[in-house]
């Protein structure tokens, strides 16, 4: 298994303003998975992250709106800019890990809760 | 769009089996059936997955139709701490290991 780390676990924010979602992997993985999960909503990814390359981003989403670092294999960062209530979410990171027999499973992170005044 | 079908919600008694079930049929062939549940105020949880043939683990079982059209998760002793929403996925090599989440089925275990 992998164990997944997120800070901050929770922030309020004013608009306008960004916020820096941190995840910490305990083992170094090629890719990390970004998802938003809106209130009452499932949860649509964002972006893939892989180490030294650009992110990937889904339909929908923006490298000016959630830029991504991914400095090394255990670490990545979303970035909620200018920040409006809509962005109001839970923010999770997954990284797949090897399961056997070829597949591979998704293990997240606790999430961080974003509420934006 | 979400290639699986679920109910939106359930609810079972504690002690008793909880059987999920999910449409997919329009499957393709290297598709697997994958579930995952999220706990309340918790990031997803992977439970099982399988191809074709049924699987079975420490959490659940995996019953896949032989047409693998459709699958049914089955919890065989349910606890109020399985109160989850429970999510099947397909996942294949097109899909780069991207998971897409439909809205699942909410589970409640009544005590």
């Known amino acids: 298994s992998a164990v997944i780390s997120q800070k901050p676990s929770r922030d309020i924010c004013q608009r306008g303003t960004s916020l820096t979602i941190q995840c910490q992997v305990d083992?170094?993985?090629?890719?990390m998975f970004w998802y938003r999960q809106q209130p009452g909503q499932s949860l649509t990814l964002i972006a893939t992250?892989?180490?030294?390359?650009?992110?990937?981003?889904e339909s929908g989403f923006v490298i000016d709106k959630f830029p991504i670092s991914r400095p090394n294999l255990t670490f990545s960062t979303l970035t909620v800019s200018n920040m409006s209530p809509e962005d109001s979410s839970i923010y999770l990171c997954?990284?797949?890990?090897?399961?056997?027999?070829?597949?591979?499973?998704?293990?997240f992170g606790p999430g961080t809760r974003l509420l934006v005044l | 769009d979400a290639k699986t079908t679920q109910p939106p919600s359930m609810d079972c008694a504690e002690g008793r089996a909880a059987n999920l079930p999910c449409n997919h049929s329009?499957?393709?062939?290297?598709?697997?059936v994958y579930w995952y549940r999220q706990i309340h105020s918790q990031g997803p949880q992977y439970i099982i997955h399988?191809?074709?043939n049924n699987e079975t683990n420490e959490m659940a079982s995996l019953i896949i139709t032989e047409d693998r059209k459709s699958s049914t998760l089955i919890l065989p002793h349910a606890t109020l701490r399985d109160t989850a929403v429970y999510y099947c996925?397909?996942?294949?090599?097109?899909?780069?290991?991207?998971?897409?989440f439909g809205t699942g089925t909410r589970l409640a275990v009544r005590p």
């Open positions: 399988g191809l074709k």
């Open positions: 992250a892989n180490q030294g390359s650009e992110a990937t981003y």
């Open positions: 997954s990284v797949p890990h090897p399961s056997g027999g070829g597949e591979e499973t998704q293990y």
């Open positions: 996925i397909l996942v294949g090599k097109s899909s780069g290991d991207k998971l897409t």
């Open positions: 083992s170094q993985v090629t890719m």
């Open positions: 329009t499957i393709s062939g290297n598709e697997y």
